[in-house]
Every structure is written in structure tokens, then in C-alpha cells.
């Protein structure tokens, strides 16, 4: 089993910024993916950005493309998603997510999640 627990959501005005992070303990996550997803009110679950294991690949949906950028320290067993220019249709509780070993951003692939933290983003 792997428990996640992420941190850092808030609240914040249109064009701020904040920085989630996704704490992971219990089974190794050696050369696993691990991705950030968000679901907003009435809303599917959807794909935000998602790193491998390395660090080297980065995918990110085209709406946040430019303003968010993922990471992860795996010596701290950490993933952060650090989120610029926020505007309002950013508003969703985030989730982060341990995947495959393989590039996906498909949630079905991903097979362990946090409890999420929202995030509110005020016009």
C-alpha cells in the first residue's frame, strides 16, 4: 500500500501562485509515474501534469501548459506542482496520483491517490 497526502492548496487571487506537494510513504515508488489530477464541481476528474521517475518526462494538459510545472524529490519521496498565473477555471480539489511505469495520463493507470486539497482562485 502507498499513502499519499498532499498540502499546500489555499485560497489565492487570479494571476497568484501556489505550490502543492504530495508526501508518499509505505511501498517504493522506484520508477514509477506519479501525476497530478484535479476535479472541479460537477465536473470529471481530469489530467493536470504527470513526471517519471527520473524527472526527465513531463506531461502537462494544454491548460495549464506554460503556467504549472511539476517535480519531484525522490529522496524525499515528495511531488510537487508548483502553479503561476492561477485563474479562476483553476479552482478544483487536486489530486496526486502513483502511476505506471509508462507515460499515461489516463487516471484508470494510476492506481493509488491522496485525499486531495482544493484550491480556490478568485477573480
Known amino acids: 500500500q502507498v499513502q499519499l497526502v498532499e498540502s499546500g492548496g489555499g485560497l489565492v487571487q487570479a494571476g497568484g501562485s501556489l505550490r502543492l506537494s504530495c508526501a508518499a510513504s509505505?511501498?517504493?515508488?522506484?520508477?514509477?509515474?506519479m501525476g497530478w489530477f484535479r476535479q472541479a464541481p460537477g465536473k470529471e476528474r481530469e489530467f493536470v501534469a504527470a513526471?517519471?521517475?527520473?524527472?526527465?518526462?513531463?506531461d502537462y494538459s494544454d491548460s495549464v501548459k506554460g503556467r504549472f510545472t511539476i517535480s519531484r524529490d525522490n529522496a524525499k519521496n515528495t511531488v510537487y506542482l508548483q502553479m503561476n498565473s492561477l485563474k479562476p477555471e483553476d479552482t478544483a480539489v487536486y489530486y496526486c496520483?502513483?502511476?505506471?511505469?509508462?507515460?499515461?495520463?489516463?487516471?484508470?493507470?494510476?492506481?493509488?491517490w491522496g485525499q486531495g486539497t482544493q484550491v480556490t482562485v478568485s477573480s
Open positions: 496520483a502513483v502511476g505506471p511505469y509508462v507515460r499515461s495520463t489516463l487516471p484508470r493507470m494510476y492506481d493509488y
Open positions: 509505505g511501498r517504493t515508488l522506484t520508477g514509477r509515474v
Open positions: 513526471i517519471s521517475w527520473t524527472g526527465s518526462i513531463k
